[in-house]
């Protein structure tokens, strides 16, 4: 049985910044407290249009009323998908891509260290190194894993860096030694 090696070199690019940076973004519209509000924002708007059609109309039947609230909901429901598809799929993209444009964020090469106790992150400027009890959480995605030390403060470690036999000794380490899977 060979020994893992527990560190690794890596440079991120800024096709990963904005990766990372659309999965976070794009994650709220996944959350129960949105959908929520989602659904809320859609009831208030039908109980608007059912009042303003009993003001409105005088001979207000069961049957006119009936349909029109039934257009009225299918005319809700497309717009509030409307917004959130132009919100997910141009709004979304076009902030990113600005941020990520106009960020300071360091794209030179960088080491990891990683042990049972914690982690260190080394570039040419910057030696980062913390114990795994101060980290916030971690998030295992598809090409890339994130150490959050606080609810919005990451380190960013794309997957290709590491060997098969790294990336399951780190998961393995974090997954014991961090409480918090977000």
């Not at 990372?20 to 608007?48: D, E």
């Not at 300071?104 to 040419?124: K, M, R």
Request: proline fraction near 2%; glycine fraction near 2%.
């Amino acid at each position: 049985m060979s020994v893992i090696e527990r560190h690794t070199q890596y440079s991120l690019s800024k096709v990963d910044l904005r990766a990372v940076l659309l999965f976070l973004a794009r994650r709220k519209f996944k959350t129960k407290k949105f959908i929520i509000k989602l659904c809320l924002i859609w009831l208030a708007s039908m109980l608007a249009a059912v009042v303003s059609l009993a003001l409105l109309h005088n001979h207000f039947t069961v049957y006119n009323s009936l349909q029109i609230l039934l257009h009225a909901a299918l005319l809700y429901l497309f717009i509030i998908v409307s917004l959130i598809s132009l919100e997910l799929l141009v709004v979304i993209p076009l902030k990113m891509r600005h941020i990520v444009k106009n960020s300071n964020f360091s794209y030179e090469p960088q080491t990891i260290w990683w042990n049972e106790y914690g982690i260190a992150i080394l570039t040419a400027k910057l030696k980062r190194s913390y114990p795994l009890r101060l980290f916030y959480g971690w998030k295992d995605l598809t090409d890339y894993i994130l150490l959050y030390l606080t609810e919005h403060q990451y380190s960013i470690l794309p997957k290709r860096a590491f060997t098969d036999e790294q990336k399951q000794d780190l998961i393995s380490t974090l997954d014991k030694m961090l409480a918090r899977k977000l």
